[in-house]
């Protein structure tokens, strides 16, 4: 049996803009307590899948250009500025852990992020814990998802029985499917059934320029427990740009910036300013790719 894929796509004013929907034929949530445990689970349904028993998994793609793979999750030595969040209230609850997994026909790959609920299926995060232009290019084959208010705790210590989804229908923009260009590495996941009537969702607007006071939501993708973090702090908008001064560890990839309940920005692959880290703003030209479906 091969692998296979369809992908098409919408366009919008911008050819950049334009939005381009990946749907993967393999519809499955791997299991396991831990990312490894999940990576070797969905390494040997892509075996028994493909009919393919060579199949292996390689390891967690990271934000290193230097050592691009890694075989556990990156484990960052940093000063760390972040609070733990209380996954049952707003605006925490509606944000989540995510995995995604990549399958280049011979090897899986791991990629850890975070992302947030906008609407009852719809899972925001970056385009590039989506569609990788890392270590080799194509799009994720599946995803896993927690939403942190169903398992109350906001980590994922012991394999919760609530609050985990998936999917496997894959958006992003041609900016950065076909041009690897960071001002278009936003996404989403259209997950395998709605979470919003469990933990509500968040807006997305277009910030106004100047300091706003923002949370600032994160996963610790380098650790096991994948520990839920969150901070109520200043953060500077520009028209294409958020600077904050909120630790975002590896793994993390796809934090929201929210104000007012809305997501205004998503930490993506754009590098640290000094001591600043930059998050992508939700800029007029792009914000009809966040309409309705």
């Given at each position: ?80 500025n972040r609070i733990k969040a209380d996954p049952t209230l707003s605006p925490y609850k509606q944000c989540g852990y995510l995995e995604t997994y990549f399958f280049d026909g011979t090897s899986i790959y791991t990629k850890q992020g975070t992302g ?5 299926n719809r899972f925001v995060t970056a385009g590039s814990m989506l569609y990788s232009h890392e270590h080799f290019t194509g799009w994720a084959t599946s995803s896993l998802i927690w939403v942190a208010s169903q398992d109350g705790r906001g980590t ?138």
């Amino acid at each position: 049996m091969g692998h296979s894929i369809t992908a098409f796509s919408e366009t919008y004013d911008s050819d950049l803009s334009k939005k381009v929907t990946f749907e993967s034929a393999i519809n499955y949530v791997p299991s396991g307590s831990t990312p490894i445990e999940r990576s070797e689970d969905i390494t040997e349904y892509m075996q028994n899948f493909t009919g393919n028993p060579d199949i292996s998994f390689e390891g967690f793609i990271t934000d290193d250009e230097e050592n691009p793979i890694s075989t556990t999750p990156t484990v960052t030595r940093m000063m760390d500025n972040r609070i733990k969040a209380d996954p049952t209230l707003s605006p925490y609850k509606q944000c989540g852990y995510l995995e995604t997994y990549f399958f280049d026909g011979t090897s899986i790959y791991t990629k850890q992020g975070t992302g947030a609920l906008i609407d009852g299926n719809r899972f925001v995060t970056a385009g590039s814990m989506l569609y990788s232009h890392e270590h080799f290019t194509g799009w994720a084959t599946s995803s896993l998802i927690w939403v942190a208010s169903q398992d109350g705790r906001g980590t994922l210590e012991e394999f919760p029985t609530s609050g985990q989804n998936g999917g496997t229908r894959f958006t992003s923009m041609n900016g950065w499917t076909n041009s690897a260009n960071p001002r278009y590495d936003l996404g989403y996941i259209i997950l395998n059934s709605p979470l919003e009537h469990l933990s509500g969702r968040l807006d997305v607007a277009i910030p106004t320029e100047g300091m706003a006071l923002s949370n600032v939501v994160s996963y610790s993708g380098n650790l096991f427990e994948q520990m839920m973090w969150g901070n109520e702090r200043f953060v500077i908008n520009t028209p294409e740009l958020l600077f904050h001064d909120i630790t975002v560890s590896n793994g993390s990839i796809g934090v929201p910036i929210i104000q007012n309940s809305a997501i205004v920005g998503v930490t993506t692959t754009l590098e640290k300013q000094g001591n600043m880290s930059q998050a992508l703003a939700i800029r007029q030209e792009i914000y009809s790719f966040f309409s309705p479906q």
